[in-house]
């Protein structure tokens, strides 16, 4: 396939998955891949962006995927001296990812933007597809939780995502605009997709960005197909605390549920074979809908899902 503005939406270790298999079947210049930063944060001096890094790791065959987050063949040495001096250790840094941080923080400082630092280091890394950030403002993502606001990795990693979550302070409450190479990115591509990503931490943060929604409501006017992926398979998450979220919101997890959330935003909406028996309910929503495996444990899972995606029409 090639000649094709593919723009993707993307989280994590989900969104990175699928990312993967888009770039395996598609010229990198035809890919354009925009990362959630909601999950950033200052740690030890350096900036994190475990979303970034994530995708940059995935596309550049360093991720370990046995463990599903940081650097294959990693090792301790730096959180072991760490630990020794009696610092924080709640969060790993890696001695390899270690070096990722150094250089994006040391480039920040300098006076580089977020997107110029992601595009070098991606490069550096042999990543093709371009990987842009959603912003390059601080956006922190907000946890409301029963026992008050928490920032996200504090939730998410400190607290192992235990808190009962009652709702969701994006970009730290005030507005914030994407890039222009983000709204480049959305100006006229063949295909935008949603990835099976999180939708309240990972794809929300996206959308809520300054003029992003009007932009896609205005793409899928004009019959360019925009392509969800539901991260809800069978009542439950892969991966993650989006079960858990919805659910603690007052919501049963379903694809019903990825539906009703998006369906202004998207013309179609791709489930597993497992959800089958709900796709009439869903059309009923105005969404074409396609039913095939969603499930990503292998490089071919990925190839495949990534091919049924880029074969939907308008």
């Not at 409450?173 to 997709?193: H, N, S």
Request: some cysteine.
């Amino acid at each position: 396939m090639s000649g094709r503005a593919i723009t993707y939406l993307s989280g994590g270790v989900g969104g990175a998955k699928l990312a993967l298999g888009l770039a395996q079947v598609l010229p990198a210049d035809d890919l354009s891949i925009i990362a959630n930063t909601g999950d950033d944060f200052d740690h030890l001096g350096l900036r994190i962006c475990p979303d970034i890094d994530t995708l940059v790791y995935t596309l550049s065959g360093r991720a370990n995927t046995a463990q599903g987050w940081g650097r294959t063949g990693e090792t301790d040495s730096f959180m072991t001296a760490m630990r020794e001096l009696g610092g924080p250790d709640w969060f790993f840094l890696g001695d390899h990812d270690l070096a990722m941080h150094v250089e994006r923080t040391r480039r920040l400082n300098a006076g580089a933007r977020l997107t110029e630092v992601t595009t070098h280091l991606a490069s550096a890394l042999g990543v093709g597809p371009r990987i842009l950030p959603m912003t390059d403002q601080a956006a922190p993502t907000i946890i409301n939780t029963v026992d008050g606001a928490l920032p996200f990795q504090d939730y998410f990693v400190r607290l192992h995502a235990a808190p009962v979550v009652t709702g969701f302070a994006l970009h730290g409450g005030v507005a914030v605009a994407p890039t222009v190479e983000v709204m480049a990115a959305l100006d006229r591509p063949d295909m935008v997709i949603v990835g099976p990503s999180n939708p309240f931490i990972s794809i929300d943060p996206i959308l809520d960005l300054t003029g992003v929604c009007t932009r896609l409501k205005a793409l899928k006017q004009t019959g360019t197909p925009i392509v969800c992926v539901s991260p809800i398979v069978g009542g439950d998450a892969i991966k993650g605390p989006t079960a858990k979220m919805f659910r603690e919101l007052g919501e049963t997890p379903s694809v019903g549920a990825i539906a009703r959330r998006y369906r202004d935003i998207i013309s179609h909406l791709v489930i597993d074979n497992q959800d089958r028996a709900d796709a009439s309910d869903l059309a009923e929503l105005g969404l074409r809908i396609t039913v095939t495996g969603t499930v990503m444990q292998t490089l071919d899972d990925r190839i495949a899902l990534a091919e049924a995606v880029l074969a939907i029409g308008p």
